[in-house]
């Protein structure tokens, strides 16, 4: 991303522009990656040119429910962008690497702070920009100018949730102190991100499972919400009303400006406390002799389990998956006789679900392992140790992958034993595959998982093969 403008080194607009630079680069993949989602945007630029073209001589009217959805979507945006503000400051207090350098300069801390959270700000904003904009933006040009007014209404949301992201991580950091900030941030942020899809769920009239959008679209609508007053001014700004935007877009950068000037002091003591290593209690040779087993098993099952216990960002992929699977369990242990069979379906989610948190697991252990050359040189056999890393893994999954069996269990027991040994297999074979293609790497430089797309695509697999055939075993025999 070239950016022809250079302001002055050391300036707010120097260091803001350096951070949007390293946020785009970031989100930019490489090799066939990189060129799939470029045609991917093409594409949803020529189908929002092909209906900028049909609608260019048709007004678009700003009927209550085009309104209403602009709202539902606008609080649906909004939650997860400052999720996504959470962990970004999160990456920016703990794993940048820059702020040493960054608070020794001759640069003023609120400098500092205010491009750190603009950076954070585009970074959030952008996938949220190439899904919408590259589909309304045609239209804006062909004829309906007003709709530039989305290009506010998201620069807005992204500005309020920045700021509100970074407020929640520094006051968790000042609750949770420096030991637990991270893992707390996370398991926050994950909460936040699911809270919204949870409680929409919950709203729902109906029982079939509907996009949080949809079911918060159908209660506004019930209460005329969007419309008028302060609920409406999302959609009036979508359309381009002037004072919606200028009210909106006042909101954002308010917030904006006292997180900068408020939370300057806070941020730096993030920071110092952030590279603080506190231990509970004085080192004795005793603790670390409980360590050391004369098998193999032993030891290194107990140092994966402890590194995969503490893991922040193990944290909050646990925490979000059982969120986004709380609305099936509740219609799982909720389910009566009648209706449709719902224990094929339970089978199905519980493969998928164990293959997917084993997969994660394992990946761990094979790809934030710290000492690839001491195992490398071990006198032990690789295959042994890939084995005890696969039991630490199941051990960490079994908790959440019972879960489904047992829901099962309450409608037909040999379906739930069908489903227990499904779920065991398309877990097993998921964890393998990772400990064939993963690629060692440093747990402190491990952000979020970036595996391969063989082994995203194999897991996949795995889940639909061994999850279709669990539900057709437990339709026809359980």
């Not at 209403?68 to 997860?80: E, M, P, R």
């Amino acid at each position: 991303m070239n950016i022809g403008i250079k302001p002055a080194p050391g300036g707010f607009a120097w260091l803001a522009l350096h951070e949007i630079r390293l946020g785009w680069r970031g989100r930019t993949r490489k090799g066939a990656t990189r060129w799939i989602g470029y045609a991917m945007m093409a594409g949803w630029f020529a189908l929002g040119c092909f209906l900028g073209w049909i609608l260019r001589d048709h007004p678009i009217p700003d009927l209550p429910g085009i309104m209403t959805g602009i709202l539902a979507g606008s609080i649906v945006a909004f939650s997860f962008m400052t999720t996504q503000a959470i962990l970004g400051s999160q990456r920016t207090l703990y794993e940048s690497g820059d702020l040493a350098l960054l608070f020794t300069a001759p640069i003023e801390g609120r400098t500092v702070l205010l491009a750190k959270l603009l950076g954070i700000a585009g970074s959030i904003v952008l996938t949220y920009a190439v899904l919408l904009l590259t589909l309304v933006l045609p239209i804006a040009v062909l004829g309906h100018p007003q709709l530039f007014g989305v290009i506010a209404l998201l620069a807005a949301l992204a500005l309020a949730a920045a700021a509100t992201g970074l407020a929640i991580t520094l006051t968790l950091a000042t609750i949770a102190g420096p030991r637990a900030a991270r893992t707390v941030g996370q398991i926050a942020a994950a909460l936040l991100g699911g809270a919204i899809f949870l409680i929409s769920q919950l709203m729902s009239h109906s029982g079939k499972r509907e996009s949080s959008v949809m079911v918060l679209f159908e209660r506004f609508s019930e209460q005329g919400l969007g419309r008028t007053g302060l609920t409406g001014l999302p959609g009036r700004a979508a359309f381009g009303d002037p004072i919606a935007i200028l009210i909106l877009l006042g909101t954002g950068a308010l917030l904006f400006a006292l997180a900068g000037a408020t939370l300057q002091r806070m941020f730096l003591s993030g920071y110092q406390d952030g590279g603080v290593r506190l231990s509970r209690a004085k080192p004795t040779g005793r603790a670390i002799a409980r360590l050391f087993h004369a098998g193999l098993f032993r030891p290194v099952f107990g140092k994966e389990w402890r590194l995969l216990a503490r893991d922040p960002a193990l944290a909050f992929q646990i925490v979000l998956r059982l969120v986004y699977m709380a609305p099936i369990v509740f219609v799982a242990y909720g389910h009566g006789q009648g209706g449709p069979p719902l224990a094929p379906a339970l089978a199905f989610a519980s493969v998928l679900l164990a293959g997917q948190l084993v997969g994660s697991f394992t990946w761990l252990t094979v790809s934030a392992e710290d000492a690839p050359e001491l195992l490398m040189v071990a006198p032990v056999a690789k295959g042994a140790v890939d084995r005890v890393k696969l039991m630490a893994a199941f051990a960490m999954a079994a908790p959440f992958a019972v879960i489904l069996p047992i829901a099962i269990a309450l409608q037909t027991p040999l379906g739930a034993l069908i489903t227990l040994v499904f779920t065991a297999i398309g877990g097993g074979l998921a964890g393998l595959v990772e400990l064939k293609l993963g690629k060692p790497g440093q747990r402190a430089r491990f952000r979020r998982r970036s595996g391969s797309a063989v082994s995203s695509i194999l897991t996949i697999l795995i889940a639909l093969v061994f999850g279709g055939a669990a539900a057709l075993a437990v339709f026809f025999i359980g």
